[in-house]
């Protein structure tokens, strides 16, 4: 079945980095899109980053943009999410969750399949 994990979450101080993993299962990722998504304590689940799966095509939160960076490894089957530049602010469950479609959407209904989340915790 179709499957998501997330890993690499933890907890970094400001101004570090993390990379956060998303290994896909059950399907391949070569014709999915594949989205990120936070939730923080008390706030709506929201899009950080997305990537086509036609053409590779990124999208960027205008909260991320510049510090994170998305990309995707076929042949891993992986998606990633590199995290610099961190904020406090940042501090969140991260999901990633996958669309049986080409183009990526920053729209959490849109996606099919999440994963559990990982937790990144941005603190000094």
């Known amino acids: 079945q179709v499957q998501l994990v997330e890993s690499g979450g933890g907890l970094v101080q400001p101004g570090g980095s993390l990379r956060l993993s998303c290994a896909a299962s059950?399907?391949?990722?070569?014709?999915?899109?594949i989205g990120w998504f936070r939730q923080a304590p008390g706030k709506e689940r929201e899009g950080v980053s997305c990537i086509s799966s036609s053409d590779g095509k990124t999208y960027y939160a205008d909260s991320v943009k510049g510090r994170f960076t998305i990309s995707r490894d076929n042949a891993k089957n992986t998606v990633y999410l590199q995290m610099n530049s961190l904020k406090p602010e940042d501090t969140a469950v991260y999901y990633c969750?996958?669309?049986?479609?080409?183009?990526?959407?920053?729209?959490?209904?849109?996606?099919?399949?999440w994963g559990q989340g990982t937790q990144v915790t941005v603190s000094s």
């Open positions: 059950g399907f391949t990722l070569d014709y999915y899109a």
């Open positions: 969750a996958t669309r049986a479609g080409i183009l990526a959407t920053m729209t959490q209904y849109d996606y099919d399949y």
